[in-house]
């Protein structure tokens, strides 16, 4: 969707190393969400954002955290990457209850 | 606690045959209810959603869903499936409150095949 993007789209990285994923809305909506997809678990909410530095854990947040500084980007960030999270992450935004989401094309990330 | 149950985990049609895809929601009250389909290695797309009033509701590329509150279910249906339906399908649920930040549970996905 031409509102949301996400980079990077595809990344490898080492076990141990910190990686930032970034999300990048114009639609100026309030509520912004990361999840990640993995086969037999559908998607699973890691963080979520309801406003310029007020964010909440989701169902999977170990291992990771989140900022939002202004309202158009919502950062990721894996403090220490592990295999476990070898993942497609996708970002998603919305303005409230009643409209659903908007997804972003997704991350696919893989740690070695 | 919200769930969403999707029990087909993998469904294949013929091209041109009817589709259902089911959908269960365990819940104290009717929540909002969404289908988003998912093409390979793009993002999830909303196909429809529900919120109240008539019980079938109808979306893009030709999808329409029935609600029945009695069997706590939100299937998804289509007349005569095309090939470019093949992809994987997301049922989920939404809290209906007062606050404007209730999460989307997702159900695990049904993936749908089409043979010529």
């Known amino acids: 969707d031409a509102g949301i993007t996400q980079s990077p789209r595809h990344k490898v990285t080492e076990t141990g190393t910190p990686v930032t994923l970034r999300c990048h809305q114009t639609?100026?909506?309030?509520?912004m969400y990361w999840y990640r997809q993995d086969p037999g678990h559908g998607l699973r909410l890691i963080h979520y954002s309801y406003g310029v530095k007020d964010t909440d854990k989701g169902e999977v947040s170990d291992g990771y955290s989140v900022s939002r500084s202004k309202t158009e980007d919502f950062l990721l960030t894996l403090e220490s990457a592990t295999s476990s999270q070898t993942s497609v992450y996708f970002c998603a935004i919305s303005p409230g209850n009643y409209y659903g989401y908007t997804f972003g094309s997704g991350t696919r990330l893989t740690v070695v | 606690a919200q769930s969403v149950t999707q029990p087909d985990i993998h469904i294949t049609v013929s091209e041109g045959a009817s589709l259902e895809l089911r959908c269960n929601y365990s819940?104290?009250?009717?929540?909002?209810l969404f289908w988003y389909v998912q093409s390979p290695g793009q993002g999830l797309q909303l196909l429809l959603k529900y919120f109240s009033g008539d019980t079938l509701v109808q979306g893009i590329k030709g999808f329409e869903a029935e609600f029945k509150r009695s069997q706590s279910s939100f299937n998804l249906r289509k007349p005569s499936v095309h090939w470019s339906d093949a992809a994987e399908y997301f049922c989920?649920?939404?809290?209906?409150?007062?606050?404007?930040?209730?999460?989307?549970?997702f159900g695990t996905g049904t993936r749908l095949t089409i043979i010529p």
């Open positions: 639609e100026n909506h309030r509520y």
């Open positions: 819940y104290g009250a009717t929540p909002y």
């Open positions: 989920a649920v939404q809290l209906i409150s007062n606050f404007g930040n209730e999460k989307l549970t």
